[in-house]
């Protein structure tokens, strides 16, 4: 697959926020609860390379935690939905009528909702479980992947090349590979793209209504809110969770190339 | 048209089963025996014993099968009868038909000021072309790459802790309208003048438009006979695609602007853990969904009465 250089722009962007991560877990000599209350709200000097915040914490290590955070969560779900939205699509096509329809039924029940509403029902099971966030934004994602690969689907499966194929007698396996997975991979790379933006948004979001990701834990929706009454004494502290929520979406969306 | 609404009436059915069964998921799974909290909430800490659970649990029935219980809760949800709140012990159905006025207020300007902003600039940037287009086009996509939250956090450090011209948070006057609405109007405006750009453009390319010109029809003219309605399909169609982002706006929006309303309500209750108001305020939300997305239908069937495409 050949990227453009916006896509490329895009990857690189993404690439360099989890280089920040990394290097700041793993460097770092402050962890993301440590206090230092002799240093509070301090501008960024040579100990606390992006300062420190109302209870004198590392903002390095805590953002470096925070991108961790938010990259996990994105990629967990945008592998997990691709791959189930994916094959569900494909197998309700293959398999015939009955399994198409009950997937359909299934899709209709998610989609009677907002994802957010459905997000935010499954946060109130379990507060602050990333896990339970992993689960419910996968669920809501999915969706997307299935109606699109299902769609496109539809088209191959009747097409001369691929009834040849199988009438050759080649496999299941080589007849998705070699038939419909070209033909549904742009799509489903879009939509990865676009999904882990959608990802990290949304745990960001649930973050800054204080439902998500719980304190002590750095989550960069949960930083806004917790800097936003130290915006007059510290607005370089508030700047930084803003600029790179929208750093780590617009990377993801340029690297999707298309729009949604 | 009948199929269409029936599909529409399987949906709003599906979202009121849905919502009662997590929320009576969600009530099942708290932690602790539910009789005690509930008597610990009636009596205070100090004064539950197990005869005042037990009395709790013989009066409300807390000592049925699960599958009976759920089918109580489910019964008592078709007569909508949703129970009081936890916290303040208010019906909910009321505090959430006060919520739900608040958020269509909030919905209802939001779209307006949204619509203001993205047709003219979607038309604007179909007609003129490059290089306004691009620049449009880039703007739009700046602001789409910041959350709602963070695209109302930089409009409550500017224009109201800055500039003083508005409130920061709360309700009441015009001027607590102004920020949220504008919040919520640019965020839907960034993506829907994309979608007014892309198709204009495409009208104004097709060949009935050209002919229209050709056979001697003013600009204005073509634009209002053979323009407008076929701009408008798609565009309808999109905004019920875009439903979701404005509700999902709406709850964002509440929260930082500490609107009264069905979001606002929402998030609070999961903090809160106030299940009847969550069920009741994610159930508002669900059934308005619905109905405006079955409304859309029906918009887009009057404009294009050859069918509604998928």
Same mark, same amino acid.
């Given at each position: 697959?050949?990227?453009? $250089?916006?896509? @490329?722009? #895009?990857?690189?962007?993404l690439i360099g926020l989890m280089l920040f991560s990394v290097l700041g877990i793993t460097l770092s000599p402050y962890s993301i609860s440590q206090q230092d209350l002799n240093a509070i709200l301090v501008?960024?000097? $040579?100990?606390? @390379?992006? #300062?420190?915040?109302?209870?004198?914490r590392s903002m390095l290590s805590r953002m470096a935690h925070a991108i961790g955070?938010?990259?996990?969560?994105?990629?967990?779900?945008?592998?997990t939905s691709a791959l189930l939205g994916t094959a569900l699509g494909v197998t309700a096509v293959w398999a015939g009528k009955r399994v198409d329809q009950a997937l359909a039924i299934l899709v209709n029940i998610l989609l009677a909702l907002p994802g957010l509403v459905i997000v935010l029902l499954f946060a109130a099971i379990a507060p602050g479980s990333f896990w339970v966030l992993y689960i419910a934004i996968s669920l809501v994602q999915w969706v997307e992947y299935f109606r699109v690969t299902r769609a496109i689907t539809q088209g191959v499966i009747q097409s001369p090349a691929r009834q040849s194929s199988n009438m050759m007698g080649f496999g299941t396996?080589?007849?998705?590979k070699r038939h419909i997975w070209p033909a549904i991979a742009p799509s489903v790379f879009t939509l990865a793209a676009f999904g882990g933006a959608n990802a990290i948004l949304t745990m960001a979001s649930l973050g800054f209504v204080y439902v998500g990701i719980q304190p002590p834990l750095a989550e960069l929706g949960l930083m806004t809110v917790e800097l936003f009454p130290f915006y007059s004494e510290a607005p370089w502290l508030l700047a930084q969770p803003l600029v790179v929520i929208a750093l780590m979406v617009f990377g993801f969306h340029l690297l999707a190339g298309k729009r949604a | 048209m009948k199929a269409l609404?029936?599909?529409?009436?399987?949906?709003?059915?599906?979202?009121?089963?849905?919502?009662?069964?997590?929320?009576?998921?969600?009530?099942?799974?708290?932690?602790?025996?539910?009789?005690y909290r509930i008597a610990a909430s009636r009596y205070g800490q100090d004064n539950v014993n197990s005869d005042a659970a037990a009395l709790v649990r013989e009066e409300l029935g807390l000592n049925q099968h699960p599958l009976e219980a759920y089918w109580h809760w489910l019964t008592?949800?078709?007569?909508?009868?949703?129970?009081?709140?936890?916290?303040?012990?208010?019906?909910?159905?009321?505090?959430?038909?006060?919520?739900?006025?608040?958020?269509?207020?909030?919905?209802?300007a939001g779209l307006m000021v949204s619509i203001l902003i993205a047709i003219p600039l979607g038309l604007l940037s179909a007609w003129r072309g490059n290089p306004l287009d691009s620049?449009?086009?880039?703007?739009?996509?700046?602001?789409?790459?910041?959350?709602?939250?963070?695209i109302g956090v930089l409009f409550v450090l500017l224009f109201a802790l800055h500039l003083g011209w508005f409130p920061v948070a709360g309700y009441g006057t015009f001027a607590h309208l102004v920020l949220p609405a504008v919040t919520l109007a640019l965020s839907l405006a960034a993506v829907s003048n994309r979608v007014v750009r892309d198709s204009a453009k495409q009208t104004f390319r097709a060949a009935f438009y050209q002919f229209s010109k050709v056979k001697g029809l003013s600009t204005w003219q073509t634009f209002q006979r053979h323009g407008v309605r076929n701009i408008a399909v798609p565009v309808v169609a999109f905004f019920g695609i875009q439903l979701v982002s404005m509700i999902e706006?709406?709850?964002?929006?509440?929260?930082?602007?500490?609107?009264p309303g069905i979001g606002h309500g929402l998030a609070h209750a999961i903090f809160a853990r106030d299940i009847p108001v969550i069920q009741g305020a994610a159930l508002a939300m669900g059934v308005v969904f619905v109905l405006l997305n079955t409304l859309v239908d029906l918009l887009c069937l009057w404009i294009d009465p050859r069918g509604v495409e998928q």
């Open positions: 697959m050949t990227l453009r $250089a916006s896509q @490329w722009a #895009g990857l690189s962007l501008p960024p000097n $040579a100990d606390h @390379w992006l #300062g420190t915040d109302h209870f004198g955070l938010s990259f996990a969560l994105g990629i967990l779900c945008v592998v396996w080589y007849q998705f | 609404l029936l599909k529409r009436l399987l949906q709003l059915i599906t979202v009121v089963w849905g919502v009662g069964t997590l929320t009576f998921v969600l009530m099942r799974s708290l932690p602790g025996d539910m009789a008592d949800l078709l007569q909508f009868n949703l129970g009081n709140s936890m916290v303040s012990g208010l019906p909910v159905i009321e505090s959430v038909q006060h919520m739900l006025g608040h958020s269509m207020l909030l919905a209802f620049v449009l086009m880039g703007l739009s996509s700046a602001i789409r790459a910041m959350p709602v939250f963070v706006g709406i709850v964002m929006i509440e929260s930082l602007f500490s609107w």
